[in-house]
T-cell receptor
């Protein structure tokens, strides 16, 4: 069956521009997560969605970052006024429910020049 | 604050050897622990998930053990193959929080 998909796979943008990253979770998975993996650093949690509940945004590094999940399925992570330190691989994962095994997409590599 | 450590950071072994990767965590109040592999330029593939009540999980040539009280997990790879070359990451889900907390990974190279 189809796994988690993300688009675009690569994005190069100029400093100060806004970017949108998309995640399509596995059908039927109620939980969706965004993580960031920076060069030379480990993965860090960004945001979590569960069903229709309010998302946990505690991992977002600044107010330039926001995310939404429409209809309990597709999610979009938006970064406004991008900075060079935003360059990283952004990974999306979904799971059947909270605490269930997480399945990851291939990631979006963001480069801010 | 939970901290997850993986040792060694890198490992290179000849094909055919059995090997063990280590993961330790400081707070034993975990809900589960997952092992992942990451291939260069690609996303993460889940290998094994061990619930806190379990001692081990097996999948093919992989066996993961969990000693929650001592804060340790190991990933055993039998009869290693060049295709096993990847970075292996462990991550824990806390009882109080569903955010995965990650180790820095072990980069494994299997030499033909």
């Amino acid at each position: 069956g189809a796994g988690v998909s993300q688009s675009p796979s690569n994005k190069v943008t100029e400093k100060g521009k806004d970017v949108e990253l998309r995640c399509d979770p596995i059908s039927g998975h109620t939980a969706l997560y965004w993580y960031r993996q920076s060069l030379g650093q480990g993965l860090e949690f960004l945001i979590y969605f569960q069903g229709n509940s309010a998302p946990d945004k505690s991992g977002l590094p600044s107010d330039r970052f926001s995310a939404e999940r429409t209809g309990g399925s597709v999610s979009t992570l938006t970064i406004q006024r991008t900075q060079q330190e935003d360059s990283a691989v952004y990974l999306c994962a979904s799971s059947l429910g909270t605490y269930d095994e997480q399945y990851f997409g291939p990631g979006t590599r963001l480069t801010v020049t | 604050k939970q901290e997850v450590t993986q040792i060694p950071a890198a490992l290179s072994v000849p094909e055919g050897e059995n090997l063990v990767l280590n993961c330790s965590f400081t707070d034993s109040a975990i809900y589960n622990l997952q092992w992942f592999r990451q291939d260069p330029g690609k996303g993460l593939t889940s290998l094994l998930l061990i619930q806190s009540s379990q001692r081990e999980q097996t999948s093919g040539r992989l066996n993961a053990s969990l000693d929650k009280s001592s804060g340790r997990s190991t990933l055993y790879i039998a009869a290693s193959q060049p295709g096993d070359s990847a970075t292996y990451l462990c991550a824990v889900d806390m009882d109080s929080n569903y955010q995965l907390i990650w180790g820095a990974g072990t980069k494994l190279i299997i030499k033909p």
